[in-house]
């Protein structure tokens, strides 16, 4: 997952050179779902709705919708590299928007640490960035990063037990059926460069369709918010991928803000170790073994 969600800020940057975020976001979400719908209406997948229909909507905004044309919109302004490494903050939103909904689990004193060396180290990514930063694509950024940790928390909360090609598959299909209008008006007037309809096809193929399929795997065996630490590693894919192939800049405030965050993350998302319950039992073999 680290590796598939490190990709599509290259191909994102790639795209929207030729392409408005609108149109990029239909024809990403679009082609994902021609390619799962079949496999959501052979299994009969949309009896197992129900009364679900809100909760998925709301998902498909705030995990696809808003995020995917938040990001489109500050790639035109701001670096892939950039772009990844803001994103890494999704751990730190997970964890307090899952304390703001009563998991105490992180109110301790190392994840309280970790939320403010984080804090300090997206400081660090933009503040000493000046000149590589857009405000207003800083502030897509931040909207970006609360949709990325409010969208686990809603398959988690309301829509465990739907199967997971079903949640993606419909909400995909409602996002690129709700971009399609804007995307007509902003169709290309010519046919796109190789390298941009590449793009398109990684980011729908892998990128969408096969990624979400793993990734509901993974928040099924970790819990939603420990599955938003991916971000820990794909930041670095990014940055890495925007050095290499279109020879961004990664300046002294991005490198140690991300190993700020990293650290942050880390501290924050940690699992509390559990408590040793004193037995009788337990206090006569401890007994036995000095």
């Known amino acids: 997952m680290c590796v598939i969600w490190g990709i599509p800020y290259l191909l994102i940057r790639i795209s929207v050179s030729e392409l408005a975020p609108v149109t990029l976001v239909f024809l990403r979400t679009g082609l994902a779902a021609l390619i799962l719908m079949p496999v959501v209406l052979a299994r009969d997948g949309l009896r197992g709705v129900g009364r679900r229909w809100p ?23 701001i670096s892939s590299a950039l772009a990844g490494l803001l994103v890494s903050a999704v751990p730190l939103v997970g964890v307090v928007i899952a304390t703001g909904l009563g998991n105490r689990e992180h109110l301790g004193l190392a994840s309280l640490s970790g939320l403010l060396i984080g804090l300090v180290g997206v400081a660090a990514i933009v503040g000493l960035d000046l000149r ?16 990325y940790a409010v969208g686990p928390v809603i ?37 796109p460069h190789l390298n941009v309809l590449v793009s398109i096809a990684v980011l729908a193929v892998l990128c969408t369709a096969a990624a979400f399929l793993l990734f509901f795997a993974l928040i099924a065996e970790i819990g939603p918010v420990r599955a938003t630490v991916i971000t820990y590693v794909n930041p670095a894919v990014a940055a890495v991928l ?49």
Do not use: D, K
């Not at 909760?55 to 905004?61: H, Q, R």
């Not at 037990?161 to 996002?175: Q, R």
């Open 55 to 77: 909760a998925i909507a709301a998902f498909a905004a705030v995990e696809v919708g808003i995020p995917w044309l938040m990001l489109s919109s500050a790639e035109q302004h």
């Open 155 to 191: 398959l988690a909360r309301y829509l465990n037990g739907v199967p997971s090609v079903t949640v993606i598959g419909v909400a995909l299909t409602m996002c690129a059926i709700a971009y399609a209008p804007a995307a007509a008006l902003n169709w290309p007037h010519a046919l």
């Open 242 to 290: 925007g050095l290499l192939v279109l020879r961004e800049n990664l300046t002294a405030g991005m490198a140690a803000g991300f190993v700020l965050v990293l650290a942050g993350s880390v501290l924050a998302t940690r699992r509390r170790a559990a408590p040793v319950v004193e037995t009788p039992s337990r206090r006569t073999s401890e007994a036995l073994t000095r």
């Open 132 to 147: 590589a930063s857009n405000a207003v694509a800083v502030v897509q950024m931040g909207v970006v990063a609360i949709a």
